[in-house]
């Protein structure tokens, strides 16, 4: 039986602090299995207990696994003074502590981001050793060389003598592309295409592993990732 403490369990479902949760608790806004409870350090077994928090039944989760479609203009962090991050535009229904992206898109750039308070999930993500594919749409400055594919193909060295994994290059338009990585160098992509003296103009992240964007999600959106779109993505680097 998995028992754990009335404010953690509040604190960790709900995004608010510790803090606060042993303040509404105190203030009887919790009820267990029909009766308010002002005890914060009380046991509860989170598998089998009926909690309602300010009227709304809380459903335990360990952990939780959010898909974006990442707006421009914000950044890709848990937190920032200044600037707004992803994790600010998580909704309160998701909302909870400890959540942060999966890897990093750059500011400007758009499309598919993982959110979660799974470290080790996380970590199988964005590691090189799990071999996960991430498949980018990409818009430059200028028309592709016909044989941009094949050095992307070969690996491409990029400026600093760095080489690239082998990469899938597809031209669908003289100036727009969609390409395949197994890595997520510091902003390859720009930095692959710089090598060909082609600036990116829009870059957008369609896919990683199994996991396409949602349609149904326009930018800035976001929802919790279904049981099988979490099996889809992990079935990708359970064995690596």
Do not use: W
Not at 1 to 20: C, E, F, P, V
Not at 47 to 54: D, P, R
Not at 60 to 68: A, E, G, L, P
Not at 77 to 102: H, I, M, Q
């Amino acid at each position: 039986m998995n028992l754990q403490r009335l404010d953690k369990i509040i604190a960790s479902q709900s995004g608010i602090s510790r803090t606060d949760a042993k303040a509404d608790i105190r203030h009887g806004l919790v009820s267990v299995d029909g009766a308010v409870s002002r005890d914060p350090s009380v046991l509860i077994s989170v598998e089998n207990a009926e909690i309602i928090y300010k009227g709304q039944a809380v459903s335990y989760k360990k952990y939780i696994y959010i898909v974006m479609n990442k707006p421009k203009g914000v950044l890709s962090a848990s937190n920032d003074k200044n600037r707004k991050t992803v994790v600010d535009l998580v909704p309160p229904e998701l909302s909870r502590s400890g959540l942060f992206p999966v890897g990093r898109l750059d500011k400007d750039t758009t499309g598919l981001l993982l959110i979660t308070d799974d470290g080790q999930f996380a970590h199988r993500v964005i590691s090189p050793k799990s071999d996960i594919k991430k498949v980018y749409e990409v818009l430059l400055d200028a028309p592709i060389p016909t044989d941009a594919v094949e050095k992307f193909s070969a690996g491409v060295v990029l400026a600093d003598g760095t080489k690239c994994l082998p990469a899938d290059l597809k031209i669908i338009e003289p100036q727009k592309a969609r390409v395949e990585i197994r890595e997520g160098k510091y902003h390859q992509i720009k930095r692959m295409f710089g090598v060909l003296d082609l600036g990116v103009n829009q870059l957008k992240r369609l896919s990683v592993g199994g996991l396409t964007l949602p349609k149904e999600l326009n930018e800035g959106e976001c929802r919790e990732l279904t049981e099988s779109e979490l099996k889809n993505v992990e079935k990708r680097f359970v064995h690596k």
